[in-house]
């Protein structure tokens, strides 16, 4: 069994970096780095997907984890990652937790990861997903991330899982000078286009489409903090 679960998340690492290689014209980036490729390795996808999902938890494609949500296919979530260039003292704000893969894989390279989700529900189980994993840098609230976390801003780098009709402006607002915001937005045609802002040394705002996406749509509501380590 540890050996076939091991073929199955090399393969898996395998397809990444070969997406990763022939989506390089359009991302400008040919490889993960050697620390995104140990995270993915690290991170057990298996326990962020419902049961009766977990067979498939080690196949590159996006699967379905409830309440009109899903997981993303991890080729996608490691090139988010990537565009973030993340450091080990980086701050990260994520909006939209879903199971909590993602900042699972945020908090293996990062010092602090803040997390927003619209459903109380699945804010909840992230954070007892990630408790129960060992993450202790992640912190998890239930609310409407539009607004962003502005009492723990500014962020090193801003991730938004959900595709928005365009750029919350609270988001580019707690973006620190040299930082990172990837976000899915609507593009004209089906499915949004992923979008890197670079916020210079000096403020000034750069932005660049990466590439084609398909996500869920960037919702808002409202609620507390689920964080079961204050």
């Given at each position: 069994m540890v050996s076939s679960r091991k073929q199955r998340i090399d393969t898996l690492v395998a397809e990444v970096e070969r997406e990763f290689q022939e989506t390089s014209g359009s991302t400008g980036i040919s490889a993960p780095d050697a620390r995104?490729?140990?995270?993915?390795?690290?991170v057990p996808r298996d326990a962020f997907v419902p049961d009766d999902s977990a067979r498939f938890a080690w196949e590159n494609r996006a699967l379905s984890i409830g309440h009109g949500q899903t997981i993303s296919q991890p080729f996608v979530v490691a090139l988010m990652t990537q565009l973030l260039e993340l450091t080990p003292e980086s701050r990260v704000?994520?909006?939209?937790?879903?199971?909590g893969y993602q900042a699972a894989l945020l908090a293996e390279l990062a010092q602090e990861v803040f997390s927003i989700e619209v459903v109380p529900e699945l804010a909840r189980s992230a954070a007892e997903n990630l408790q129960r994993q060992?993450?202790?840098?992640?912190?998890?609230r239930a609310g409407d991330g539009r607004?962003?976390?502005?009492?723990?801003a500014p962020f090193d780098a801003v991730i938004v899982t959900a595709g928005a009709e365009s750029i919350p402006p609270a988001l580019v607002e707690q973006l620190k000078p040299g930082g990172h915001l990837v976000i899915p937005v609507d593009s004209h045609w089906l499915g949004q286009d992923l979008v890197l802002v670079t916020r210079g040394a000096d403020g000034t705002l750069h932005r660049r489409a990466?590439?084609?996406v398909i996500f869920v749509p960037l919702v808002g509501g409202e609620g507390g903090t689920v964080d079961p380590w204050s």
């Open positions: 995104l490729v140990e995270a993915l390795r690290r704000l994520e909006i939209g937790t879903g199971s060992g993450y202790r840098n992640v912190r998890v607004r962003g976390w502005p009492e723990a990466v590439l084609s």
